[in-house]
């Protein structure tokens, strides 16, 4: 039955290709302060202002010269002082040094600094002290080293961070154009589910997983919109699919697996969903569910131009939500804002103690570890297990910070073997 599924990548192949399909909508722009353009996605291009850096900079405190008279060790005359601030001067006369500042413009005719703890400066003389030597362009910037006016810095589709930030800034924009966040409905299913402010009866439980795919969509740059839990009856599943389906993504948690009370599957047929596989081959997760519903086009979209409504009907144990929103539905949520990063994102660790966890055959399985990226005895960072119950036990993904990944044939991960993780 499961070798029917697809594996983990040919899930991943799928979602990538609709992915690349959503990339060429993009949605809406909108302009907002620098301030609060962190976490957003450029819509337009970044270019340069004017030259970066706009004049030969000086990137210590020291002595403009020319490198050939300053390495011959003679004492050289001091003809002036510039420091950060303050328009290029110049020219250097012959056999002189100019007083420089970090950040300050190389005068005209000098080509090198020398850095101040290198010369020995007296009576308005300056001489460099042997042995040291000093050759052109050291310790400046050449104008237009780093950009040239006009020249492409940052492409639309860039995830802002501080350095994108700091590029702005440095070219004057006190604004910039970023793409509308896609909207995401978030509904979770189940009879058993109260909201998390209300006190559970017997055989009850809060609805974790309405905030937690929450927080998930806002990291990843999207807006949230939380709908009531549906219960496990068709009419309710309807009544709420026909609600989320305004939304540029839906997001389901719970009733996908093969439990008689897991009536989301049918829901979405009823509602014209198209389903592009309906379960992969990993734990957790296996029951995942990757469609299309027809767009319903009576509320405010974010993008108009989209015809149908991404869906993805997530297992609800919080760790299968968790480990099947960051493997699948982050990177069509990426695609959907615009962004021209895919996710999931792996990295290379080294593992803490062997692993002798027995899985099901045939699954690529994540399991809730924690990497010290921190400094660590070896070139690569080190992971371990978290101890778990399984992919119910939220306590033991909230004292993770990755998932080990176990590909499909591997049951035993010897100690210090090279593994994968997948970043939260
Ligand atoms: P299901 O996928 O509906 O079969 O649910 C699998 C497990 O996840 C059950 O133990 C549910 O109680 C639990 N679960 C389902 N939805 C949620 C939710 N929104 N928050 C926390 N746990 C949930
Ligand atoms: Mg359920």
Redesign the pocket.
Known sequence: MSSALPSYEQAAALVAAHAAQLRAMPPQAERVPLGQASGRVLAEPLYADRDQPPFPRSTRDGFACRAAEASTHKKLALAGSIHAGEAPAGPLPPGAVWEIMTGAPVPAGADSVVMIEHVEAAGGKVRLLPPRSVKPGENIVAEGAQARKGDLLLPAGTVIGFAQVALAAACGNSTVDVFVRPRVAIL???D??VAVDASPAPGQ??????PMLASLVAAAGAEPWVLP?ASDTAQSLDAALAQAARADLLLI?????A?KF?LVEPALARAGGVFHFTGVRIQPGK?LVFGELPRNHSGANQNENATTCCFFGL????V??AVTFLLFAAPVLAALAGSRESGPRFALARLASTTDKHGKPGLTRFLPAHCDFGASAGPLPEVELVSSQGS?DIAAMARSNCFLVVPEEAHRLEAGAIVRILLA
């Open positions: 979770a299913t189940g058993e589910l439980i809060r609805n974790s997983n309405a839990a948690s719970g009733g996908v697996s439990g897991d029951p297992p609800g144990n919080p299968s939500s119910g």
